[in-house]
């Protein structure tokens, strides 16, 4: 019965996922961009309750993880927007919410979700931890890849020349790579099949104004 129950509760918060990403991709793509836009921070919020609920966070482990991953991203974005160092010269648009000196809230809660439900994805592998690392990092970068070439025109951030730069992509895959390591060393586990699909979600978002 607990089982049961279990995925219920699962197959119910991966539908409010696709629901939630679908009715914005359809309403954006019908011409209310802004009305949409300006409801990102909501989507996200949704997303992390249900996160924290299924995945979930639930014990010392995964919490130390998930604050670490917080104010690591965090801290490296700082040092961006800031010192133009580690990911190139850009700023933050209004598009993500309440900012810590210039820095959005939900950029490093973000960093935090896409480890856990990266990690978890590769989890469906027999890999060793090494190539589960490498691969996982490489997920989370595809996801930014796609995210970038959105993120001026949803006034999520803007680079410098309108394009991010290599080290962009290099300094992500870095940091990355060291908190996905961090998930390997805690071994942590969460629910696959909903980080499967809330990350496919988000990928078929971007993926989908990249190339309409």
Same mark, same amino acid.
Not at 60 to 82: D, T
Not at 129 to 155: G, Q, R, T
Not at 172 to 196: D, E
């Given at each position: 019965?607990?089982? /049961?129950? %279990?995925?219920?509760?699962?197959?119910?918060?991966?539908?409010? =996922?696709?629901? #939630?990403?679908? %009715?914005a991709?359809?309403?954006?793509?019908?011409?209310?961009? $802004?009305?949409?836009i300006?409801k990102?921070?909501?989507?996200?919020?949704?997303?992390?309750?249900?996160?924290? +609920?299924?995945?979930?966070i639930?014990?010392?482990?995964?919490?130390?993880? #998930?604050?670490? +991953?917080?104010?690591?991203?965090?801290?490296?974005?700082?040092?961006?927007?800031?010192?133009?160092?580690?990911?190139?010269?850009?700023?933050?648009?209004?598009?993500?919410?309440?900012?810590?000196?210039? =820095?959005?809230?939900?950029?490093?809660?973000?960093? /935090?979700?896409?480890?856990?439900?990266?990690? %978890?994805?590769?989890?469906?592998?027999?890999?060793?931890?090494? *190539?589960?690392?490498?691969? !996982? /990092? !490489?997920?989370?970068?595809?996801l930014?890849? #796609?995210? $970038?070439?959105?993120?001026?025109?949803?006034?999520?951030w803007?680079? $410098?020349?309108?394009?991010? *730069?290599?080290?962009?992509?290099?300094?992500? +895959?870095?940091?990355?790579?060291?908190?996905?390591?961090?998930?390997? =060393?805690?071994?942590?586990?969460?629910?696959? *099949?909903? %980080?499967?699909?809330?990350?496919?979600?988000?990928?078929v978002?971007?993926?989908?104004?990249?190339?309409?």
């Amino acid at each position: 019965m607990l089982e /049961a129950i %279990s995925k219920n509760k699962v197959i119910i918060a991966i539908g409010i =996922v696709w629901l #939630f990403h679908i %009715s914005a991709l359809i309403g954006i793509a019908s011409g209310a961009l $802004e009305w949409f836009i300006q409801k990102t921070p909501l989507n996200l919020m949704v997303s992390l309750l249900l996160f924290l +609920f299924i995945y979930p966070i639930n014990n010392i482990s995964k919490i130390l993880a #998930f604050a670490l +991953f917080f104010f690591g991203g965090m801290f490296a974005e700082w040092l961006g927007v800031h010192y133009g160092i580690l990911f190139g010269d850009y700023v933050y648009g209004n598009n993500l919410g309440p900012k810590l000196d210039g =820095v959005p809230y939900l950029i490093g809660i973000y960093w /935090a979700l896409l480890t856990f439900i990266t990690a %978890s994805i590769l989890d469906y592998t027999q890999l060793k931890a090494i *190539p589960k690392i490498i691969m !996982a /990092a !490489a997920l989370m970068v595809l996801l930014d890849y #796609f995210m $970038e070439h959105n993120a001026p025109v949803f006034d999520f951030w803007r680079f $410098e020349g309108g394009t991010a *730069p290599l080290e962009n992509y290099t300094t992500w +895959f870095t940091l990355a790579l060291v908190f996905q390591a961090v998930v390997r =060393v805690l071994k942590i586990k969460g629910n696959k *099949p909903f %980080s499967t699909h809330l990350y496919l979600a988000q990928l078929v978002f971007f993926a989908f104004f990249l190339y309409s």
